[in-house]
């Protein structure tokens, strides 16, 4: 069962990922959604990648920051790009909301196409973690910024589900890895909590 949920956790998928993994993201990551993009600064008519954005919340409350802008979401759940289709068809429609599938191991996007990108609890699964940050450095304009956000070490561990195929840091781990890529100004906000988990968001800037 653990490694169950530790799967749907990488990519929610099936019946129980659309009904119980889904709304459950968005329940548990609703505060780090908001310091996400509040640390962000997002501009009414910037393009904003977001970089596995499971249930949606994170766009749905981007798309509410933006005007003439465009929030853009890739993720490899086949079913979560569907349920976002669905759940976001009349944005879509308007073109201020793009979602489909994709990796951040090879982001289909051209050069310099966003102002800002952010990832929300995804770090944790991405099976080359410099080549993902090329690949957003790639499609970031010059003085773009990035956010990763994610849950520290010491309070991840504690889940046994993180025991599989989970590869789990601290923020200045994550803080290092961006300095390597090649990100400047590279800041860490982090909320020590005394509940299960902290909220901890890496920004920089191109």
Known sequence: MKRFIAAQLRKPSGWFGLLVMSPLLNRANRTLVEKTLTVLGIEPDHMVLEIGFGGGLAIAQASKRMTTGVICGVDFSADMVRQSRRRFRREISQGRVRVQIGDVSQLEFPAASFDRAFTIN????????????????RVLKDGGRIAVSLRPKNKMQKFAVTQH??????????????????????????????????????????
Do not use: C
Not at 188 to 194: A, Q
């Open 165 to 206: 195929n989970f590869q789990l840091y601290h923020p200045t781990d994550v803080a290092a890895l961006m300095t390597r890529a090649g990100f400047r100004d590279v800041r860490v906000h982090h909320e020590p909590s005394d509940k299960f988990y902290d909220d901890v968001v890496v920004e920089g800037t191109k």
């Open 122 to 137: 995804t770090i944790y699964f991405w099976p080359d973690v410099m080549r993902g940050f090329s690949e957003i450095s």
